[in-house]
Nanobody
Framework: QVQLVESGGGLVQPGGSLRLSCATS????????MAWYRQAPGKQREFVAK???????VYADSVNGRFTISRDSAKNTMALQMNSLSPEDTAVYYC?????????????????WGQGTQVTVSS
């Protein structure tokens, strides 16, 4: 069974930093775009950052210059370095990946989501 697992969330003071990680598991053949999304209480899930297979990146305006997305293609993992955090960054952060996987019978390509990790920025 293919899974995405986030880690690294927690409580941090304003101005602090956190590093989130996302790991894939299961029968993954290829990893295409990987991305981070977040959902604050009472709000819709929003895009944070994306990294393409070739390494190019896209950031939401709200995090550009503060967050850095990266990936390790050999390990099929992704990270999000978050600096200069503010209370407005408080949310559950989800990793997402466009994966090609193999089952007992066929190859499938689909978007997978992790279960989310809580990031709380508060003094």
């Amino acid at each position: 069974q293919v899974q995405l697992v986030e880690s690294g969330g927690g409580l941090v003071q304003p101005g602090g930093s956190l590093r989130l990680s996302c790991a894939t598991s299961g029968s993954v053949l290829n990893v295409y775009d990987m991305a981070w999304y977040r959902q604050a209480p009472g709000k819709q899930r929003e895009f944070v950052a994306k990294i393409r297979r070739g390494g190019s990146t896209v950031y939401a305006d709200s995090v550009n210059g503060r967050f850095t997305i990266s990936r390790d293609s050999a390990k099929n993992t992704m990270a999000l370095q978050m600096n200069s955090l503010s209370p407005e960054d408080t949310a559950v952060y989800y990793c997402s990946a466009d994966l090609e996987v193999i089952t007992a019978f066929q190859r499938l390509r689909n978007i997978y989501w992790g279960q989310g990790t809580q990031v709380t920025v508060s003094s």
